[in-house]
């Protein structure tokens, strides 16, 4: 089996967490992708749900779908939002941003009361960090924002290269929000919280791709099936 087929699998259980009249957030991403497909076919067979998407890439397939959408503006509060990442521990912290869509998915997941993420085993790590940690900035003063991202990670125990994100076209990929993106290769990340915390008092920084203390389960699909992970804060996570 393929990453495409595991993915597939973690999507397709996924579902079984949604329930008639939910309010839901759609995240981005290739997996996330096949659960907006799934969905649908779900949509077309009756099943009611009002949802809001995290990108306009996600709300373009949706509604292509025949999805019924909707904003935070008009729905502030979600039953559930269901989301890829780029990585996840055992503890059910999270890199996510790969896709560009980070701000959102943050606002989007924070706004809703369960998240689960979806992810094929490749995700799952015992430390974060391989996947460069993704920083949305606003395109103001930009360098001097790249200089203090790489001085108050410095302070955290992180070191590595910060590059601006380029688009397929050599410009400057630029998000949803008309924000940019440092991609932070900072390789192990040690201390996460701290790491979340220095780059908070970044000005220029809109948000960071460390989702911590927001998932509530992860659904990992493997060659030994789909595994699910339930958050217990201040506890223990188990697979069950």
Known sequence: MSAHDFKAAAARHALGFVAPRMR???GTGSTAAIFVELLGAEVRKG??????????Q???LADR??????????????????DGADEVDGELRLIKGGGGALL???IVATASDRMIVIADASKKVDKLGAF?????VVPFGVTATRNMIEMLAADSGCHGDIVLRLAADGNPFVTDGGNLIFDCAFGAIDDPESLDEALKFIPGVVENGLFLGIADAAIIGGPEGVAVIEAKYGESQEAV
């Open 24 to 26: 839901l957030g759609l």
């Open 47 to 56: 099943l009611s749900v009002l949802c809001v998407p995290t990108s306009e």
């Open 58 to 60: 996600t709300r373009v």
């Open 65 to 82: 779908l025949g999805i019924p959408l909707t904003t935070l503006d008009e729905t502030p509060l979600l039953d559930l939002t269901i």
């Open 104 to 106: 959102r998915e943050k």
């Open 132 to 136: 460069p940690l993704p920083v949305e």
